[in-house]
């Protein structure tokens, strides 16, 4: 009933989303050089890679430094890219994978494979659920950028601290999950972003 519910409802997000999309993809394109998405790759359900579809809202090579957004007003951010990352729009093109399959609507975030190494044996219970793109953990750290601005050793500080938080939030929903719980995370997402 999931796996169902996410391809009708990503398929109908894509075709009623279309528009806003293609507004997006424009602004990026003339606001800055490089591609319209940025696809990274991330560890998904079982433990096997995949690339995520985000709009691109950094500079190009701005990942070849730290894997980490520091504060607001990173510098690597372009101007389109602070505007669609308040809003959370640079996610809408994740409804791409979840169509085909890599993720979900709604489970734990995938994280990329560097910080995925520093996961325990029980962590990793985390994969055995689909990534979705959001979770209780999205919710609760929607101000990550705020806080890693605000730490001296911003990678230190998501790997043992924001990253330690977030894993015991996938865990429970990965014991929790279920088609209502699903919905209502949905709901709360929405409400936080408007509120935004």
């Given at each position: 009933?999931?796996?169902?519910?996410?391809?009708?409802?990503?398929?109908l997000g894509l075709l009623?989303?279309?528009?806003?999309?293609?507004?997006?993809?424009?602004?990026?394109?003339?606001?800055?050089?490089?591609?319209?998405?940025?696809?990274?790759?991330?560890?998904?359900?079982?433990?096997?890679?995949?690339?995520?579809?985000?709009?691109?809202?950094?500079?190009?090579?701005?990942?070849?430094?730290?894997?980490?957004?520091?504060?607001?007003?990173?510098?690597?951010?372009?101007?389109?890219?602070?505007?669609?990352?308040?809003?959370?729009?640079?996610?809408?093109?994740?409804?791409?994978?979840?169509?085909?399959?890599?993720?979900?609507?709604?489970?734990?975030?995938?994280?990329?494979?560097?910080?995925?190494?520093?996961?325990?044996?029980?962590?990793?219970?985390?994969?055995?659920?689909?990534?979705?793109?959001?979770?209780?953990?999205?919710?609760?750290?929607?101000?990550?950028?705020?806080?890693?601005?605000?730490?001296?050793?911003?990678?230190?500080?998501?790997?043992?601290?924001?990253?330690?938080?977030?894993?015991?939030?996938?865990l429970e929903y990965v014991?929790n999950a279920g088609f209502?719980?699903?919905?209502?995370?949905?709901?709360?997402?929405?409400?936080?972003?408007?509120?935004?």
């Amino acid at each position: 009933m999931k796996r169902l519910f996410d391809v009708v409802a990503s398929g109908l997000g894509l075709l009623t989303l279309a528009p806003v999309l293609l507004v997006v993809a424009i602004w990026i394109k003339l606001d800055s050089k490089g591609p319209v998405f940025y696809r990274q790759v991330r560890v998904g359900y079982k433990n096997r890679d995949f690339r995520i579809f985000k709009f691109r809202s950094m500079r190009m090579g701005a990942d070849k430094g730290s894997l980490v957004t520091i504060g607001g007003r990173d510098p690597r951010i372009t101007r389109s890219g602070y505007f669609i990352r308040k809003y959370k729009l640079d996610e809408l093109p994740q409804l791409i994978n979840v169509f085909v399959g890599d993720m979900s609507l709604v489970g734990p975030r995938p994280e990329v494979r560097h910080y995925v190494d520093y996961w325990t044996p029980e962590q990793m219970h985390v994969l055995d659920v689909r990534p979705g793109i959001t979770d209780p953990a999205s919710i609760k750290f929607r101000n990550e950028n705020e806080l890693m601005g605000q730490a001296e050793d911003p990678e230190n500080y998501y790997i043992n601290v924001i990253m330690q938080e977030k894993i015991k939030l996938y865990l429970e929903y990965v014991e929790n999950a279920g088609f209502w719980y699903d919905l209502k995370l949905i709901f709360k997402t929405f409400k936080v972003i408007v509120k935004e």
